[in-house]
């Protein structure tokens, strides 16, 4: 019987590891085409994950997975931003640098 625990454990503990590492991809994925969206460069080409809950949702409790990531505005400096993912869905991103993205107009 203690047998069977461990092995429910161990499967558990996998589909756990393989939504991560979904979830991680989305959301590389997303920064990077938020970035490209709004002239932003993308640095590292990759995602942190900072926190992870549960949240409610229509389809049931799903996790909450919330990465930072590195950018840069005209290629000078390095700012961070936050994204946010429900699951593997994307669910809200922040760049603090957006406002003076929009001031900025191209060549």
């Known amino acids: 019987m203690l047998g069977l625990i461990y092995i429910l454990i161990a499967i558990l ?5 393989i939504d991560s590492l979904h979830a991680r991809e ?6 990077k085409l ?5 002239q ?3 640095l590292d080409q990759t ?3 900072t926190s992870i809950g549960i949240r409610w949702t229509q389809q ?3 996790l ?9 505005l005209e290629g000078v400096g390095r700012e961070q931003g936050e994204i946010t993912m ?3 869905r994307f669910e809200s991103i922040d760049i603090a640098q957006l406002e003076r993205v929009k001031d900025i107009t191209p060549l």
């Open 64 to 72: 909450r997975r919330a990465y930072r990531f590195d950018y840069s």
């Open 60 to 62: 049931g409790i799903r």
């Open 40 to 42: 932003l460069q993308f």
């Open 47 to 49: 995602v942190a994950l």
């Open 86 to 88: 429900i699951g593997s």
């Open 13 to 17: 503990a996998a589909l756990f590891w």
């Open 34 to 38: 938020k970035c490209n969206t709004h």
């Open 26 to 31: 989305a959301a590389t994925k997303t920064a």
